[in-house]
């Protein structure tokens, strides 16, 4: 029995989550699975889903699973590679796929409006770069995972893997490239409207457009009081759960709902920055994702990478990241977000962070003066024949990037983190990428923290099992449920 079954209402929910991006929506589908007699509120501040982080513009149009990104296979002092994000990322990913593949399976998603095949490369020159590369290929290759891995460093079959790419470089350049071929494009953005859109079909999900969380509190009965601000006025509504999914705006929400947990927490934002080509000419000779490494002292952030990308299902071309600095929290928000998230709580940490990254906010001011022309030598690393008329400047997502408080001071953390509550009643996600591409992951990992009697029943363990046949199972361990996976996530792939 649901909250809403006990209490007859129309503001009462057993869910509320907040954000209308692909976080939120992953969430509201896997909660339809397992219970369909939920009542589930998607609550978005903008008159449509998926436009802040999660749309293809805004940082979220890719499909990472450590194929060719190198910041995920840091080198240890050592000179050994550390595989271990790379494989974590992987599976999560295909654990992505694994679902795609059975909502398809039901005629419940159609692939072919959200998912394109697109090989993966790493392409790095200078001697320490290759033999950085090799030892990466080498250490990779050895896993399952990565078995179809390939190398290179013949100039005429890199021609053939990235034209673009290699017209105009010098023949006696040292060279080399790891391609993974099946690899995707995703566009995140249609992916959730496809969510949107058989959620309510099947009438499990109400939601509500053009409205804004303005506060959350525990009431008398324990349960959270949320209160929403529309044209009309304000209101609240009332659930024993919330989700606060609204990438850069889950910061202010968490220190809103006075959790304990929230104390632990700043944000540090980060603007992005794409040069976008959308002439057909240059478009259709690059069919790649080619992944640089980022220079000596640069942040994880700043690795190059040459994309091709469907965004509203046109292909097109975008080189970069370049960052910029601003003090929004979203790209639709307030540029006092970053001052009003500050508090007696977290200002130590965040002091810290600033005194320990001196280089990182030196080179978010560096972007700051670069000009068109300096963007354009930077993209002529990948494209030695770029023509500065062919590209666009195109302002991305807003990222906030973690700052924690520990017990070694403020640390800034790069990727993503689940916060919850000590009752289980609230969950937040913090933090950037990788998110949207193990989406199915994270919000495994939040119904597990959340909602762990359920996770444990039976009833919720088949319905799972039935979507996610390798759920709770170590696929780097077991090769034969590794490839059960990989065949049917490979089935996905050729309806495209």
Same mark, same amino acid.
């Given at each position: ?7 007859? +209402? ?69 000179? %050994? ?19 795609? &593949? ?5 005629? $419940? ?34 896993? !399952? ?28 350049? +040292? ?77 202010? !929400? ?11 927490? #700043? ?17 259709? $000779?690059?069919? &790649? ?6 220079? =000596? ?15 509203? #299902? ?8 370049? &960052? ?9 928000? +307030? ?79 790069? #990727? ?5 509550? +000590? ?22 990992? =939040?119904?597990?923290?959340?909602? &762990? ?8 363990? $088949? ?8 759920? %709770? ?24």
């Amino acid at each position: 029995m649901y909250f809403s079954d006990v209490v007859h +209402s129309d503001n009462h929910y057993d869910a509320v989550l907040v954000g209308g991006g692909i976080m939120s929506a992953t969430l509201a589908v896997l909660l339809n699975e397992v219970a369909p007699e939920m009542r589930v509120l998607i609550v978005e501040r903008l008159h449509s889903p998926a436009l802040e982080s999660t749309a293809a513009i805004n940082n979220a149009g890719t499909g990472h699973a450590a194929n060719c990104e190198l910041n995920y296979t840091p080198m240890l002092p050592d000179g %050994q590679i550390n595989p271990s994000k790379a494989l974590a990322i992987n599976h999560a990913f295909e654990q992505s796929l694994e679902f795609w &593949a059975s909502l398809t399976e039901v005629g $419940k998603l159609d692939p072919q409006k959200f998912i394109n095949n697109l090989p993966h490369i790493s392409f790095v020159w200078g001697e320490q770069d290759v033999s950085f590369l090799k030892e990466r290929y080498r250490k990779l290759s050895s896993f !399952l995972a990565f078995a179809d891995m390939e190398w290179s460093n013949d100039f005429g079959e890199l021609a053939d893997w990235m034209p673009l790419v290699m017209d105009g470089r010098p023949f006696g350049q +040292s060279i080399a490239a790891t391609r993974i071929s099946r690899g995707t494009d995703i566009d995140f953005g249609a992916l959730t409207h496809s969510y949107f859109d058989l959620l309510q079909v099947s009438g499990a999900l109400d939601v509500k457009f053009s409205t804004e969380v303005s506060d959350l509190k525990k009431d008398s009965d324990d349960n959270w009081r949320i209160y929403l601000e529309d044209a009309n006025g304000i209101n609240d509504i009332c659930t024993p759960f919330v989700f606060l999914g609204a990438v850069g705006g889950a910061l202010t !929400l968490l220190q809103k709902s006075g959790i304990p947990e929230s104390y632990l927490y #700043g944000g540090f934002p980060v603007s992005g920055q794409w040069l976008v080509c959308s002439d057909n000419c240059l478009t259709e $000779k690059h069919n &790649a994702k080619v992944y640089g490494k980022a220079k =000596v002292g640069a942040p994880p952030m700043s690795v190059p990478h040459l994309d091709s990308r469907w965004i509203d #299902g046109k292909r097109s071309l975008l080189f970069g990241p370049f &960052a910029g600095v601003s003090t929004k929290f979203l790209k639709n928000g +307030s540029y006092w977000d970053l001052f009003k998230s500050i508090s007696k709580y977290n200002f130590g940490a965040m002091t810290q962070v600033g005194i320990k990254n001196v280089d990182l906010v030196k080179y978010l001011f560096g972007q700051l003066r670069l000009d068109h022309f300096d963007r354009i030598n930077s993209l002529r690393d990948f494209l030695p024949k770029g023509d500065p008329k062919d590209w666009k400047l195109s302002v991305a997502g807003q990222r906030v990037q973690i700052i924690k408080r520990t017990s070694k001071g403020g640390v800034l953390q790069m #990727g993503t983190e689940v916060v919850t509550s +000590s009752d289980g009643s609230l969950a937040a996600l913090l933090g950037a990428s990788p998110g949207a591409s193990t989406a199915v992951t994270i919000m495994l990992e =939040v119904l597990q923290r959340c909602w &762990a009697d359920k996770m444990a029943s039976d009833q919720w363990q $088949k319905r799972l099992r039935r979507l996610l046949p390798s759920f %709770q199972k170590d696929l780097l361990s077991e090769p034969s449920i590794f490839l059960q996976t990989r065949k049917r996530s490979s089935s996905l792939l050729n309806l495209i």
